[in-house]
């Protein structure tokens, strides 16, 4: 589990920001996390503010919410840009669905850091194709602290980064759920549309072997 750095008794010359990226596939609890950090970090009494890219309306048009329907209220950015003049003098910023923004988010977290405020950003680092997704190489790459999550592979129960597509559209930008994707792990990732129910997938690891 990550825990936070404790950076807070350093003499304020000496203390800085740092971006903490959370990546996974779809699933896998990169929402949940980043509640989990900007909760305790708003039990800290610290000043959060919490964004998310105003494409994302799958569940709510503000708050960001996860698959377990747990939530956080946060403001919808059309652009990487606005989040610095939202960010203010705030001490810590959460953004969610980093994938759908712009190269500049880079930029943007970057300049967030050097003024002395802690970054939190949740995104999907493979798109459906297995792809890296937009941003996300450049920021796991900035990063002073990376977590990747895993989600469980709903086809043989083994652990999942892969977010499998179940209707036929090949646009990279497709907002859904359990309704259009599913986690899946490399094998049955690979196995696209012939991998079988659990059932099945046991059995043929069982034959493998
Ligand atoms: N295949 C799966 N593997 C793991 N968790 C799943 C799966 N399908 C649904 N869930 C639910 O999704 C939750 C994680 O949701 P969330 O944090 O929104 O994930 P993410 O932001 O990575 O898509 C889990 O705690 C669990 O309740
Ligand atoms: C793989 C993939 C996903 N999306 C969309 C689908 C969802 O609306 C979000 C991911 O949300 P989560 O919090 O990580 O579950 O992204 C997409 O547009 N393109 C893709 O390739
Ligand atoms: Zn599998």
């Not at 329907?69 to 950015?77: H, L």
């Not at 810590?92 to 880079?106: L, M, P, S, Y």
């Not at 602290?145 to 129960?157: D, L, Q, S």
């Not at 646009?171 to 599913?182: A, C, I, K, Q």
Request: hydrophobic residues 40%.
């Amino acid at each position: 589990m990550f825990i936070e750095p404790s950076r807070r008794r350093e003499p304020p010359h000496l203390r800085t920001g740092w971006i903490e990226v959370i990546c996974g596939s779809m699933f896998s609890g990169k929402t949940e996390e980043l509640i989990r950090r900007l909760t305790r970090a708003q039990i800290a009494k610290l000043n959060v503010k919490i964004v998310k890219p105003a494409l994302d309306t799958r569940y709510h048009d503000e708050n960001i919410v996860s698959h377990s329907s747990i939530t956080i209220s946060s403001v919808p950015v059309q652009t990487a840009g606005q989040i610095l003049a939202l960010a203010g003098n705030c001490d810590v910023v959460g953004i969610d669905e980093a994938q759908f923004f712009d190269q500049d988010i880079t930029n943007v977290c970057t300049q967030l850091a050097n003024q002395g405020k802690r970054v939190i950003v949740a995104g999907l680092d493979m798109d459906f194709a297995g792809k890296p997704f937009g941003c996300m190489p450049q920021l796991l790459s900035i990063a002073e602290y990376v977590t990747k999550v895993h989600a469980i592979c709903v086809v043989c129960g083994d652990i999942a980064q892969y977010s499998y597509r179940l209707v036929p559209s090949k646009e990279r930008v497709l907002l859904g759920e359990t309704d259009s994707y599913e986690a899946r792990c490399r094998r049955c990732f690979n196995l696209g549309n012939d991998a079988g129910r659990k059932e099945w997938a046991y059995e043929d690891i069982a034959n493998d072997e």
